[in-house]
């Protein structure tokens, strides 16, 4: 399927740096709570991802990531997940996390 360009503008992908990462024991796979900060204008808000197999807590925690900020939150167990933080599948399927090669000002957005 193709998409406009205007399209592709209503995807809000913003570079986040996360400020704690948790067990999401509670999960029906295995996965992390996460809080992101987008900086001033959006700030910080509470995702969960799937990522245990490539990362640790302590890993995380610093770490610029991408992520959608315009989709509506969305339920996942007790979690309400205010972001999709994103990634690309590995070799046998499992997620490596997506971010900016060097360190960039939070907020900034993907284009």
Known sequence: MTISFDDFLKVDIRVG???KAEPF????????????DFGGEI?????SAQITRHYTLEDLVGRQVLAVVN???RQIGPVKSEVLVLGVPDEEGEVVLIGPGHGVP???RLF
Do not use: H, M, N
């Open 106 to 108: 939070l907020g900034g």
């Open 25 to 36: 024991p509670e999960a029906r796979k295995p996965a992390f709570k996460l809080w992101v």
């Open 17 to 19: 740096r996360i400020t």
């Open 43 to 47: 700030g910080e808000k509470k995702s």
């Open 71 to 73: 989709f509506p939150p």
